[in-house]
């Protein structure tokens, strides 16, 4: 099926003869420039809708070097040291970091800056320490540490370079290019730098008649992202507000909420509030404090765009701490789109299902850049794999538009991988066309996840780097990545939610994560009140299941604080003298279709911790998978689950049988191959099946004409699929 639309892609300069034939081969009905490129001067007369980047808080190097007060700033942990046995202790606080990147800055550091004795905890007196040098080349000197206890200094530094396109400069090997300059940002805290984003937008939007959408990547904040000394990332948190510190910040702050910040509210002893640690108190109040600053002053941008005429659209990415768009203040800015990068299923919903804005859209991966279209690379097998990915996860709620970054010059140069993009656009247009532009049915069963975040973070949970593989999160990001093609309305719901009632919407709640985590929940399983609303959920029919380690926080001579309900607990090596004797039943309506467990990193050394705990999976003497029914509900435990078609399914089959609803899961539309997905339009009578893998397929499909609920006439189909096929059939 061919149709246009939908699809914005890349252009530059010295392609004029090249670009007509592409857009109308792709469908394309949008057109962008890149970081680093610009729009030719052909763009007006290609007869589609043209997106230009614009970035508020840099870009300007003239006026960013004329006000250096005005570069953002974070705080920065010095190297962790051990006093020597007698004298004083010098630490070199860069030590480590990129010099190109960071810079301390002094001013007032009496006040800003903070050392702290590791050993005890204690704050070091002002008066017990000195600072010496300039620019990049700072020390502090402790006069009396305490013999071999470790000391860090907490210090507040410019950021001398933009992040972002220090990405960008390394990338594309721009060293060499005279035209490429090392970007300084500028914080739209400091009045003369909002008075110059203001000015400059008003001017930009004038002089810029041919562009349509204005695509802010993004506004003043970037994530946190810290290089190391050899240029390589020493720090990164898609999530982190480090960056988004200033003494104008802390002081309206401080005259808002009533108490002073400290640096150690910033460096977190050096985990910098990663989005994995349980959030304090003042770092909730932080987020909250910057997003209705940076949600206001979006809103005054987004204006001046709307006045002349253009649309807005922000880029999920880069500088966008304040702006989460499932926060309660988002809405207001009165943002057109958002536009995101697809790396995943979860990340495509994460962007698709972003409330309150007119449309979404996904760029796709690969980027454009020479570190995947070289000699060597692989574009086509990555544009195979985020399409597989992503189509899952489409299929469930689709993307608006979908289009692509970076040099289309390069991208040319591999025509397989542009016929493969060409057949990619088709099929995204076709889900929308032939899928009547509605959401597909969905099970009768309410899901939530329990975490410290809450919606706030929805489809966003178990991520450092946007969606990069990380050893210790792909068993619990894989949940998130099965959920997001599966046929199920889900909520993100906060441990403060589920004390006051919220559980009671739901089917099935699932704790997710490691011990000590903000998805597992840490400290917040200490309060009683937390485990009562679950059991009490389970005991009057709610379903539970728990992967990781579920409730987990040594307390009482339990670790598990719902050990009673999952039916497992840990071992932590203090109760290895009580005897066990594990036994498999492996049988069940849970592991019908299962092939092969993969826990992946699993939690280990689970056990069960009576006979009323059915143990469906051993891995050793360890429990891989168990269930258990208490009161009228029940409850399901993994030690892990990485994404996978097999363990997709797996979780497809505990979510009904957790829910009580097992006899309803052969006539919902499940493909008898667990290689093959499944969505059903019933408004548009159709149905959309998905080969999932690289490899030809056989499967039956088999429910009833209304959907997933059993009701209408059924149906049934044997079905041949090629590799990566998706076929439309009609109810």
């Given at each position: 099926m061919n149709s246009k639309g939908r699809v914005t892609l890349p252009i530059e300069q010295g392609m004029d003869d090249q670009l007509p034939e592409i857009l109308a081969r792709l469908g394309a009905d949008a057109v962008r420039n890149s970081d680093g490129t610009w729009l030719p001067e052909i763009t007006p007369q290609l007869g589609v809708k043209v997106y230009e980047t614009y970035f508020p808080s840099r870009g300007d190097q003239e006026f960013a070097l004329a006000n250096p007060d005005c570069r953002p700033r974070f705080y920065l942990m010095s190297e962790r040291v051990a006093a020597p046995d007698s004298g004083p202790l010098t630490i070199d606080v860069m030590a480590g970091y990129y010099r190109l990147q960071v810079e301390p800055d002094q001013g007032d550091a009496q006040r800003w800056w903070e050392v702290i004795d590791?050993?005890?905890?204690?704050?070091?007196?002002?008066?017990?320490?000195?600072?010496?040098?300039?620019?990049?080349?700072?020390?502090?000197?402790?006069?009396?540490p305490k013999p071999f206890h470790v000391y860090t200094v907490s210090f507040l530094a410019w950021q001398t370079w933009d992040s972002t396109q220090m990405y960008n400069y390394i990338t594309n090997?721009?060293?060499?290019?005279?035209?490429?300059?090392?970007?300084?940002?500028?914080?739209?805290?400091?009045?003369?730098?909002?008075?110059?984003?203001?000015?400059?937008?008003?001017?930009?939007?004038?002089?810029?008649?041919?562009?349509?959408?204005?695509?802010?990547?993004?506004?003043?904040?970037?994530?946190?992202?810290?290089?190391?000394?050899?240029?390589?990332?020493?720090?990164v948190d898609w999530f982190g507000y480090s960056a988004s510190v200033s003494p104008l910040a802390m002081e309206a702050f401080e005259a808002e909420y009533g108490y002073r910040l400290r640096a150690e509210d910033f460096v977190d002893e050096g985990y910098y509030n990663s989005s994995f640690r349980p959030p304090s108190r003042t770092y909730r109040d932080w987020i909250d404090f910057q997003t209705r600053f940076v949600c206001a002053r979006v809103k005054e941008l987004v204006d001046i765009v709307h006045a002349h005429g253009k649309e807005a659209l922000m880029f999920l990415g880069d500088n966008w701490m304040g702006t989460e768009p499932y926060g309660e203040h988002f809405a207001a800015t009165g943002i057109d789109g958002v536009?995101?990068?697809?790396?995943?299923?979860?990340?495509?919903?994460?962007?698709?299902?972003?409330?309150?804005?007119?449309?979404?859209?996904?760029?796709?991966?690969?980027?454009?850049?020479?570190?995947?279209?070289?000699?060597?690379?692989?574009?086509?097998?990555?544009?195979?794999?985020?399409?597989?990915?992503?189509?899952?996860?489409?299929?469930?709620?689709?993307?608006?538009?979908?289009?692509?970054?970076?040099?289309?010059?390069?991208?040319?140069?591999?025509?397989?991988?542009?016929?493969?993009?060409?057949?990619?656009c088709n099929e995204f247009r076709a889900i929308h066309d032939l899928g009547g532009g509605r959401r597909p049915a969905t099970a009768p069963i309410r899901v939530g996840i329990l975490n410290a975040w809450g919606s706030l973070r929805t489809w966003q949970t178990h991520m450092v780097a946007h969606a990069l593989w990380y050893k210790q999160i792909y068993s619990y990001l894989g949940v998130l990545e099965a959920l997001a093609g599966l046929p199920f309305d889900?909520?993100?719901?906060?441990?403060?939610?589920?004390?006051?009632?919220?559980?009671?919407?739901?089917?099935?709640?699932?704790?997710?994560?490691?011990?000590?985590?903000?998805?597992?929940?840490?400290?917040?399983?200490?309060?009683?009140?937390?485990?009562?609303?679950?059991?009490?959920f389970v005991a009057r029919g709610g379903g539970l299941i728990g992967v990781g380690e579920p409730s987990a926080v040594l307390r009482e001579g339990a670790y598990f604080q719902l050990s009673d309900v999952l039916?497992?607990?840990?071992?932590?090596?203090?109760?290895?003298?009580?005897?066990?004797?594990?036994?498999?039943?492996?049988?069940?309506?849970?592991?019908?279709?299962?092939?092969r467990l993969d826990v992946g990193e699993g939690a280990g050394d689970i056990f069960a911790i009576d006979d009323a705990t059915r143990i469906l999976r051993l891995n050793g003497a360890s429990v891989d998978l168990a269930v258990r029914r208490c009161g009228q509900g029940r409850a399901v435990y993994v030690a892990g689950l990485p994404y996978s078609a097999d363990n997709s399914r797996l979780l497809h089959r505990a979510l009904y049988w957790a829910a009580g609803r097992e006899d309803e899961f052969d006539t919902a539309w499940t493909p008898s191959n667990v290689a093959v997905e499944?969505?059903?339009?019933?408004?548009?009578?159709?149905?959309?099946?998905?080969?999932?893998?690289?490899?030809?397929?056989?499967?039956?499909?088999?429910?009833?004409?209304?959907?997933?609920?059993?009701?209408?006439?059924?149906r049934r189909h044997e079905l041949d699929l090629a590799p990566m096929e998706s076929r439309w059939l009609e109810l």
């Open positions: 590791r050993t005890s905890g204690e704050v070091v007196p002002v008066a017990g320490w000195s600072i010496d040098g300039a620019g990049t080349e700072v020390t502090v000197t402790i006069a009396e090997n721009w060293e060499n290019d005279p035209t490429r300059v090392r970007e300084i940002g500028y914080d739209a805290r400091h009045p003369v730098a909002w008075q110059h984003m203001v000015s400059s937008l008003e001017r930009w939007c004038r002089e810029r008649p041919e562009v349509d959408v204005v695509r802010f990547t993004t506004f003043f904040y970037h994530f946190t992202l810290v290089f190391n000394d050899a240029a390589k990332e020493k720090f536009v995101g990068s697809v790396g995943s299923a979860a990340t495509c919903r994460m962007i698709s299902d972003i409330p309150g804005v007119r449309y979404t859209e996904g760029r796709f991966l690969p980027y454009f850049f020479p570190d995947v279209f070289r000699e060597g690379g692989d574009p086509l097998g990555e544009a195979n794999s985020s399409w597989l990915q992503a189509r899952r996860a489409i299929a469930r709620h689709p993307l608006d538009r979908i289009g692509y970054g970076g040099y289309l010059s390069l991208a040319v140069k591999f025509p397989e991988f542009m016929a493969r993009v060409e057949q990619i889900l909520a993100f719901v906060s441990f403060d939610e589920a004390r006051a009632g919220a559980l009671d919407e739901l089917d099935v709640v699932m704790n997710i994560g490691a011990a000590e985590t903000a998805f597992s929940g840490g400290p917040e399983w200490r309060d009683p009140e937390l485990a009562v609303a679950v059991r009490r039916g497992v607990d840990k071992e932590l090596g203090i109760s290895q003298s009580t005897d066990r004797y594990p036994v498999e039943h492996p049988d069940h309506f849970i592991t019908a279709d299962l092939d499944v969505a059903v339009y019933p408004e548009a009578g159709r149905v959309l099946v998905m080969n999932n893998s690289r490899e030809a397929v056989s499967t039956v499909v088999a429910g009833r004409a209304e959907g997933l609920t059993g009701e209408g006439e059924p």
